[in-house]
């Protein structure tokens, strides 16, 4: 018996090696502690054995049962702490790793410049009224003063659509959309695209957008001095308070006088460069005191009504406050360049 004993001891310590699996650790367990495992069978084999022996195998049995567990506690443990020291390995988050951004959208640079001309004009008074992009030949060319053989009516220049309707080529549709509706006072700001047959160059483009600004009310209330007045406030509002402003006298059918505005090149300051043309200034805008003609064509009375219009291109203020230099970026959707032209905390360029 006690040979057979010392047998179960050698053999289960032997299989208790130091790298036994979990698998045969539990097969051993089972095989000499479990209810019917070697041991119990001992236990319960012990009648046969002589009395004066039953001692000595008792405390043997004792003996190899707490060997045998502490064997496998020890075992237990170590197995453990490597399934702990594994999974800290497999599974360690190293958190210095860059994360998965999130792209967020923006908005394009065209519609920030949009909304900041805006907030400006809306700030100084002016009422935003959408009018039609598609339009006839009236309100886009006759009320506005162009004689019948005008070059911009001509198939060359406009983008005719059936029964003598075009796409319009300027904002200043909107001058007779609002002066045929309304009297005077008023102070309007008309935003919206335009079209005309240019191919898409570094300065032009078939599809572009503009805003035309005017205020109308009763002769004498609203003049040429309110007019640069306006537009000096807006400009150095949009390109900052040290902006210089200059009118040329000009031409447009719709306006009488007429002048173009320029500001001091953005870029050399007035010295002279490239983009300017080594004048020092850019032109900006086109302006003017409203023809009697126009108002007339609207059914206001020139003697009694008189107003200053002026017609702003949103891509041509972009491109000089951004400092860009070639229109078709706006167009071309690559974001490289358009994530240069992040919104501001107040929303806007
Ligand atoms: N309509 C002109 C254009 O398309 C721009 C313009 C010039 C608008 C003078 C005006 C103005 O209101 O007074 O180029």
């Given at each position: 018996m006690r040979e057979k004993l010392e047998e179960i001891r050698r053999r289960a310590l032997a299989e208790l090696a130091d790298y036994a699996s979990t698998d045969r650790i539990e097969e051993v367990r089972v095989r000499v502690l479990g209810r019917q495992g070697e041991l119990t069978a001992v236990m319960r084999g012990m009648r046969e054995v002589p009395p004066e022996q039953r001692p000595e195998i008792g405390r043997l049995v004792n003996e190899i049962k707490v060997q045998v567990e502490a064997r496998i506690e020890v075992l237990a443990a170590a197995a453990a702490r490597a399934a702990l020291e594994h999974a800290l390995t497999q599974e360690r988050v190293d958190v210095t790793l860059p994360g998965v951004r999130s792209s967020c959208g923006r908005f394009h640079p065209l519609t920030l410049a949009g909304e900041r001309i805006l907030d400006i004009l809306v700030a100084m008074g002016f009422e935003i009224v959408d009018t039609p992009d598609i339009e006839d030949d009236f309100h886009n060319f006759a009320a506005l003063n162009f004689p019948p053989g005008h070059p911009a009516r001509d198939m060359q220049d406009t983008f005719f659509v059936d029964a003598g309707l075009l796409l319009r080529t300027h904002t200043s549709n909107g001058q007779i959309r609002v002066l045929e509706r309304r009297r005077p006072p008023l102070a309007v700001v008309c935003p919206g695209n335009c079209f005309r047959r240019d191919e898409l160059t570094v300065r032009s483009s078939p599809m572009f957008s503009q805003m035309d600004v005017f205020m109308v009310d009763e002769i004498g209330r609203v003049t040429m001095a309110h007019l640069k007045g306006v537009l000096i406030e807006f400009l150095r509002a949009f390109f900052g308070p040290d902006t210089r402003v200059r009118f040329r006298a000009s031409f447009f059918p719709?306006?009488?006088?007429s002048a173009e505005v320029d500001i001091g090149c953005l870029l050399c300051g007035g010295a002279g460069c490239r983009v300017c043309k080594q004048t020092g200034w850019t032109e900006i805008l086109g302006s003017g005191m409203i023809h009697p003609n126009v108002l007339r064509a609207v059914g206001h009375d020139p003697e009694s009504y008189q107003g200053f219009a002026f017609g702003l291109g949103v891509e041509r203020m972009a491109m000089l406050k951004l400092g860009v230099d070639d229109l078709r970026l706006f167009f071309e959707n690559d974001h490289r360049f358009l994530n240069q032209f992040p919104a501001t905390d107040e929303g806007v360029l």
């Open positions: 719709f306006t009488e006088p």
